[in-house]
């Protein structure tokens, strides 16, 4: 699809947009509960269990992230502290892009309008979005949807809000589970896979991959 057919470009924010630190915390909080070289293991069933989360009825961020820490936890046999959750829970808001997004970034925003589609609570979400050093015009969050991708429903609240279909959109993240699949199956018109290592790819879902941010404006046609 041509650049000039594209109305709005929408966003995956945490991994994609925020660097997501919610490993480097976990590791911060659990490290006394978890040899160092079964840290990797740990982390990856934490991933797991937080995309399980999401795939049901919709329930605060909080809740989320409080219930896959505990089933991890669980798996693990180790002991749960609901401490430990509410510290990754309090630290999300404060977290900022990676470093190759504030400018390039702003560079699109001043030719398309952007959007973010987050997995996110009304609540901590602008401060992150703040700190990305662009405008956008439209903040959409699962909690406003009551779904969390990657359940179509969310991509759906995002349409009918915007008033555009799917054929005019581009959506853009580093997650093929959480986003891309069901952009596909959306058929929006164009999706971008921004390769930052969370989670392999598949060209099947039709996607134009880039290694971060940097390359979007060129994928548009700015210079």
């Not at 309008?113 to 996110?120: K, R, T």
């Not at 901590?124 to 959409?140: K, R, T």
């Not at 999706?191 to 392999?200: D, K, M």
Request: net charge negative.
């Amino acid at each position: 699809m041509p650049s000039s057919e594209i109305r709005f470009i929408s966003f995956d924010c945490y991994g994609t947009l925020t660097n997501f630190r919610v490993g480097d915390l976990t590791k911060q909080r659990l490290g006394n509960l978890i040899p160092p070289d079964q840290m990797t293991g740990f982390l990856e069933d934490f991933t797991a269990y937080r995309f399980d989360e999401v795939l049901g009825d919709w329930k605060p961020y909080a809740d989320v992230l409080h219930r896959a820490l505990e089933r991890t936890c669980r798996r693990w046999n180790i002991t749960f502290r609901s401490e430990d959750a509410a510290a990754i829970v309090e630290a999300v808001p404060t977290w900022g892009p990676h470093a190759d997004v504030p400018a390039p970034l702003a560079r699109v925003a001043q030719d398309i309008p952007l959007v973010i589609l987050s997995n996110a609570a009304d609540s901590q979400i602008q401060s992150n979005v703040d700190l990305l050093g662009a405008p956008f015009h439209a903040v959409l969050t699962a909690e406003q949807a009551q779904a969390y991708k990657p359940r179509l429903r969310a991509f759906e609240y995002m349409f009918d809000t915007l008033g555009c279909g799917p054929e005019h959109m581009m959506h853009v993240s580093s997650s093929l589970r959480y986003d891309l699949m069901s952009a596909s199956d959306l058929r929006i018109g164009r999706r971008v896979f921004v390769e930052r290592g969370h989670g392999p790819g598949n060209p099947a879902y039709g996607y134009q991959a880039i290694p971060d941010i940097g390359g979007l404006p060129g994928l548009l046609g700015i210079a």
